[in-house]
């Protein structure tokens, strides 16, 4: 399991005060409220474990402006200093994720999981879908993709430890 989350992407400046533009790449935008150290980094690879040695920032002010977020970083106060972290990402790390219910899952930890039916395996998770109605697991089989609702009626079980998630499949949705 991922022990960062990419949480959003700085897109540009806004103000003269060091506020940056961030597009967020989280279900919920006014998580960034409850945020207060971050890592700011290049796209990387966030399965590597090790992969933060750097510099843990703080949150000084958050507002929002349409579907963006407008963050203030502690220590860039002028616009040359926050140019600097255009095109760069913010991560957190898994402890300071948002606590999830129960029987939610973060989508990186469902991605690369092996779908089973019945003892049989099916194919990997590749992507989650995100609709309005629910998310739906892409699951790669035979190099056909299957889409599966992720629902009670659909998923018997999820074991993101293990790496498995059981199907029930039904007529129609192979």
Not at 47 to 71: C, H, P, Q, S
Request: charged content about 35%.
């Amino acid at each position: 399991m991922k022990k960062y989350f990419r949480i959003g992407e700085i897109i540009s400046l806004h103000g003269i005060k060091g506020e940056v533009k961030v597009y967020p790449m989280t279900d919920d935008m006014k998580r960034f409220d409850k945020l207060d150290s971050f890592y700011i980094l290049d796209s990387i690879d966030a399965d590597d474990a090790d992969f933060v040695d750097g510099i843990l920032y703080k949150k000084e002010n958050v507002k929002y402006l349409r579907n963006t977020v407008v963050l203030k970083i502690k220590g860039f106060d002028t616009i040359d200093d926050a140019r600097k972290l255009i095109k760069k990402n913010i991560y957190v790390s898994r402890e300071n994720a948002i606590a999830l219910a129960k029987s939610e899952y973060y989508t990186l930890d469902l991605i690369g999981c092996t779908a089973y039916h019945d003892n049989e395996r099916l194919g990997e998770i590749v992507d989650v879908l995100k609709t309005k109605a629910h998310d739906i697991l892409s699951v790669s089989c035979s190099g056909k993709e299957m889409l599966v609702p992720f629902v009670d009626e659909y998923i018997e079980s999820v074991d993101v430890k293990e790496g498995v998630v059981k199907i029930r499949l039904v007529e129609g949705l192979v």
